[in-house]
């Protein structure tokens, strides 16, 4: 899901800030990342994979 989020957000033309920010709005979203992961797990995912995108790379994995 988070790969497909980077995807939306690339499309659309936001920058990673701009998808940051977006992200934040989610506080319910953040409040479970944080109860299961210790961190806002969702934001971190998507944010790693709209680098990936931007270094052309559309194959990689990331397990945070």
Known sequence: MA??????FNLYGLSREEADYVLGTFPI???Q???AFGRFRTRDLVLGYMNALA???T???LAL
Request: glycine residues 6%; without cysteine.
């Open 3 to 8: 790969r497909l989020d980077a995807l939306y």
């Open 29 to 31: 979203v953040r409040e």
């Open 33 to 35: 990342d944080e109860a």
């Open 55 to 57: 270094a052309g790379d």
């Open 59 to 61: 194959t990689s994995v």
